[in-house]
């Protein structure tokens, strides 16, 4: 933890409050990567000794002090920011809120850079704080796994089955009669995925599934290049996809060419990055078409959590710090949140 003393407001900037934020596996792949190209998160918010990193975080803000004549105080808004308990940004108009302009920053794609707008507070705020950095990744992936269904189906293995993104893709698909999907998981988190009844099957990683009749489609969130390699020995020419997610189990970051995904016989492997489909999705589709569809199905998905997803609160640096480690060693149970005010 550093103190550091209030910024002075120079002419269009605002000074933003964190209000509420949560952690997930997403903030440690942040760490991991570091300062790796090309997403180089640790340049989004440079620390004033090069040798250390901010960790990247989402959450709700409101508007503190503002030099800006568009901000007002109290004005609220959800986005990415340092694990802080405040952050200065100079807003830029954009269709959705404002992005963040500051000089000297670095975000890998404006999907980084956006501040929504948020409304007033209300009783799924806690669980939106967690799921909105993430649940897009389950949204555009769904479609994508039904997009390659097609007409004549498949089977989708989702390993990391117990992460929220991969319970968001089977909630996604569950009512898909052309999608059977397989949650692959640790031993330890089965009997959880079993009790949500979203996976057509649950299978741990030492106990491979059966190959299906049909073709396979791998949506890793691992990162994994040994269960990657499991997988395709096990499925061999039924796998017909492999998409690369996430990197639940570690991303090295020594060097750059060590985050490529493993070198593996066919079939095609596709690096899956979120920020990007969403924004050929929303230019497809329209925003406002979009976001009318994204928002109802998070909907949905935080009222399913609610039957089994606890939310618990943390107030201070030590219990940030303290969540982000217990994530980090993967000691952090995965039907548990806590909702951390800086």
């Not at 942040?30 to 004033?48: D, H, I, K, L």
Request: charged letters at 15%; one cysteine or more; aromatic letters at 10%.
């Amino acid at each position: 933890m550093r103190e550091v003393a209030a910024a002075e407001l120079r002419p269009g900037e605002i000074e933003l409050a964190v209000e509420r934020l949560a952690l997930t596996m997403n903030n440690v792949t942040y760490a991991r990567w570091g300062a790796v190209p090309p997403m180089n998160f640790w340049s989004a918010f440079p620390a004033a000794d090069p040798l250390l990193g901010r960790l990247p975080v989402w959450g709700f803000v409101r508007v503190a002090r503002s030099s800006h004549p568009d901000y007002s105080a109290g004005d609220r808004f959800f986005g990415y920011l340092p694990s802080s308990s405040h952050h200065v940004v100079r807003p830029a108009p954009a269709p959705q809120g404002f992005l963040d302009a500051t000089p000297g920053r670095y975000f890998a794609h404006p999907w980084y850079q956006t501040f929504q707008p948020a409304g007033a507070v209300d009783h799924r705020d806690d669980r939106r704080a967690l799921l909105r950095p993430i649940f897009p990744a389950s949204f555009h992936v769904a479609d994508f796994v039904v997009g390659r269904a097609g007409g004549d189906g498949l089977t989708v293995l989702i390993t990391s089955a117990s992460s929220k993104v991969g319970i968001g893709i089977a909630h996604r698909l569950r009512s898909n009669a052309n999608v059977r999907t397989i949650g692959l998981t640790a031993g330890n988190h089965a009997e959880l995925l079993i009790g949500l009844k979203l996976f057509d099957e649950v299978a741990t990683y030492d106990e491979l599934p059966a190959v299906p009749a049909g073709p396979v489609l791998c949506v890793d969130l691992t990162g994994d290049a040994q269960v990657l390699a499991a997988v395709h020995g096990t499925f061999g020419s039924g796998l017909m996809h492999t998409t690369l997610l996430g990197w639940t189990h570690g991303v090295p970051t020594d060097e750059p060419a060590a985050v490529d995904p493993p070198q593996l016989t066919a079939p095609t492997q596709e690096l899956f990055f979120t920020p990007a489909v969403e924004s050929a999705t929303i230019a497809a589709e329209g925003a406002d078409a979009f976001f009318a569809r994204y928002h109802a199905a998070e909907d949905e998905f935080i009222e399913f959590t609610e039957s089994w997803l606890t939310v618990t609160a943390g107030i201070g640096p030590e219990a940030v710090a303290a969540v982000f480690q217990s994530l980090a060693e993967g000691t952090h149970a995965a039907d548990e949140v806590t909702i951390l005010t800086p």
